[in-house]
Every structure is written in structure tokens, then in C-alpha cells.
């Protein structure tokens, strides 16, 4: 079993910054993906960005440019470095880990207001 938990939300002015932080633990053996997702109320999740364990990284359009996703693989863990946030990026965010099935976090809440 893996766990995830998330870090780093909370209230930001638009144009600021915040950066996001997943820790993996449990059995995590051999090659595995990592990514985020976000949910905003009354939306569907929708994917924000992936990486893979060799590097190749995904966004989707419209955070391309401001957001950027990395890992540790030593320490098992992922980051979602935000910029240029905008109020339509308050969601809560999810941290996934993808190996032979998907594991999800809790989810941190980022709120990007005035």
C-alpha cells in the first residue's frame, strides 16, 4: 500500500505564488509516475500535470508557463512549483502516484483571492 500526503496550500492574491509538496510512503518498488490533479467546487477532477520516473513532464494548457512539476526520487517525493496564479486555479489539489494502479492523497485546498 502507498500513502500520499500533500502539502503547501492555502490562500494566495492572484499573480502570487504558491508551491505544492507530496511525500510518498509504504510499498513503493520500482518505477512509478507521479502527478496532480485539482478539483474546483462543483467541477469535475481534472488533470493539472504529470511526470514520469525518467522525467517527461505534461500540463495542461492552461497552467502551461506558470506551473512547474519535479520530483525527488530519493525521497520520494513530488512538487508543483505555482506561478502567476490566477483565482480560476482555487481548487483543491491531489497528488497522485501512478505504478501498477493509481494511489491519491487527501488533497490540499490552494484559494487564489483578493
Known amino acids: 500500500q502507498v500513502q500520499l500526503v500533500e502539502s503547501g496550500g492555502g490562500l494566495v492574491q492572484p499573480g502570487g505564488s504558491l508551491r505544492l509538496s507530496c511525500i510518498a510512503s509504504?510499498?513503493?518498488?520500482?518505477?512509478?509516475?507521479m502527478g496532480w490533479y485539482r478539483q474546483a467546487p462543483g467541477k469535475q477532477r481534472e488533470f493539472v500535470a504529470h511526470?514520469?520516473?525518467?522525467?517527461?513532464?505534461t500540463y495542461v494548457d492552461s497552467v502551461k508557463g506558470r506551473f512547474t512539476i519535479s520530483r525527488d526520487n530519493a525521497k520520494n517525493m513530488g512538487y508543483l512549483q505555482m506561478n502567476s496564479l490566477k483565482p480560476e486555479d482555487t481548487a483543491v489539489y491531489y497528488c497522485?502516484?501512478?505504478?501498477?494502479?493509481?494511489?491519491w492523497g487527501q488533497g490540499t485546498q490552494v484559494t487564489v483571492s483578493k
Open positions: 511526470i514520469t520516473n525518467s522525467g517527461i513532464i
Open positions: 509504504g510499498s513503493i518498488l520500482g518505477i512509478y509516475d
Open positions: 497522485t502516484l501512478v505504478t501498477n494502479r493509481q494511489y
